[in-house]
């Protein structure tokens, strides 16, 4: 089975698709305390446990005090960044839960745990293989900032709200301690955005009422042996089916010959499976077992019999794996009377039975002794007495055949959420910002790689975070003019103009000073005065010259729709307006990302790279 597993050919991976949970409390308690809160924590969702039918495994709940927590134990030994080894060895309640093929479950073990939290003064982390899912859940909806590399303790169930440790206040990735003290502190506003409490509860909405809708009783035709083990235990129904749905050859050979269950004194009984084990057992072609006569398809009997077979045979096939983990000594008590007075553990009223009827699910040996005694009750004639009694009736079908329609429903839903989330995007960004981020990255300076991305401006209200030092090449220059008595530049781009005037002056100084060594003509610096002063009349008259033709002409100045110019080859009447360029700069610039329609381009990546978040491509063209 690990070479199977290893080569990736074993169906049934036991660690995948697991929902874990810790529970800590409001207050320090020491472990009787502890064992007497997981106790009241049972007794109030036993109401709710006692009507699901869990996929694979069941709701629990353990005490750190008597079992340690198997993550804690896991993250230390790989010094993990999610749990780090500094976190206090804090009491808590745990659990995991395998929900193998049905999400439902995972999802019934959120709301199971938001109502722990309403009741009792618990803060509650929920996560699974592929972390934070209530992150995922809530996708469209997250705080700015909030990664998946950062998420862990960041994400918690108090007093039944959604809270979320906010990234601004509390940088990078966070420990255990951290996330609990910012959980309880007045100045941390922890409490999850609407957007993200919003999409949670809709996926919580269902329950309660999800627990009865989920159930599906129907017919099966059984062995007596069956029909009694299903009627003692009918928390091995899912194992069955499970062992079924992944069956191989070996188990195929085991259910070929039954010994367990053979097709002896068969009875119609009713039995209540959730619909996600129905359907893996009804939807499974099967050939049969033998001594299992399963009529024609059209015959109205056939349903019945055919999902007894199957079901007879899932039964068979548990059998047969649990015997192969199964010790001698309990193979050779599995018919004494020991194995008699297990049954008893398989009354979960209470929450020492619920704990015990876990504890038999998980052990194998257990299981399988609780199996193999019913072998004897084939010839118990009290059975019988029920054979003439009125069944209940089966669950109507409608929901199996609607699940194509109940699938489109829920896209579309996922659809106007994304749609959603892009006009609220699309209503919160600021061109304002934009201009401003473009402005500072034009402005900025440059090092040896290249253009320099400018910081990401602070917010209004943000408490400033430690400064770095910073010496560009400006302020070096700055700097150096002031130790050389040197006149510093007033800005930025007068201190660009005067570095590269300073190196153009170096190489004319140099020029100069040979003619001046050479005893060249005089005068020769008059003229060059005389020289700048033409060129100065010259650009001033070019640019009154481009001023009056642009006015003169018909094309209407920058913010002017109207046009401010007279007629073709008329008079000016007004000077030309200057543009907005802020306001030119983000148009164009969104003008280019409306055109690639949500592919990458060069304004979507500088947008990117600038960290402004621009509205959806296809509002913009």
Known sequence: MDLRRALGLDSVAPEENTVHYELFPHT?????????????????????????????????????????????????????????????????????????????????????????????????????????????????????????????????????????????????????????????????????????????EQRLDAFPRFLAVQRHVAHAVLPLAAVRLLQTAPQLLPAAVEAFYYRDLDDAKAAGRPVHFPPRDLRTTAVTFSRCLYAQLALQDFPGMAGFEVPLPSDPKFPAASLGAKLAAGLEMLVAQRAQHANDACASSSMSDTGCSLVATWDDSSPAGYLAVNEALRDPGLAADALTQHQKLEEDPEPSSQANTELPPEDSLIWLKAGEAELEARLAARQAELAGSSRQADCDWDPSLLAARLNDFVTGGAGLEGAEIPPPRRQEGASPGPRAPELGAHAFLAELRSALGMEAGTGAGQGRSTSSSEASSFYEGSASDECEGDQGPAGWGAHAVDTDTDSDDFEGAYDAALQAELAASAAPAAGDPGGSGGEAGGPATAPLAAPDLDAELVRNLLASVGMQEGTAGPGSNLAALLGVKLPDPRSLR
Do not use: M, Y
């Open 28 to 200: 320090d308690v020491d472990a009787p305390q502890l064992r007497a809160l997981k106790t009241s924590c049972l007794e109030s969702l036993l109401p709710w446990l006692s009507q699901h039918i869990w996929q694979r495994g069941r709701f629990d709940i353990q005490s750190s005090a008597e079992r340690a927590v198997p993550w804690r134990q896991k993250n230390q030994r790989k010094g993990s960044k999610s749990t780090p080894a500094l976190d206090p060895p804090r009491l808590s309640l745990w659990g995991s839960v395998c929900f193998a093929d049905n999400v439902e479950d995972e999802w019934c073990v959120v709301w199971l745990l938001t109502q722990l939290t309403q009741s009792f003064p618990l803060d509650v982390r929920v996560w699974d293989n592929d972390g934070e899912f209530l992150l995922i859940e809530a996708a469209h909806s997250l705080p700015r900032g909030l990664k998946p590399e950062i998420a862990d303790n960041r994400v918690w169930i108090s007093g039944g709200r959604f809270h979320i440790v906010p990234t601004h206040l509390l940088l990078g990735s966070i420990n255990l301690e951290q996330g609990l003290q910012a959980l309880h502190s007045p100045s941390v506003p922890t409490v999850a955005p609407a957007g993200v409490a919003a999409a949670l």
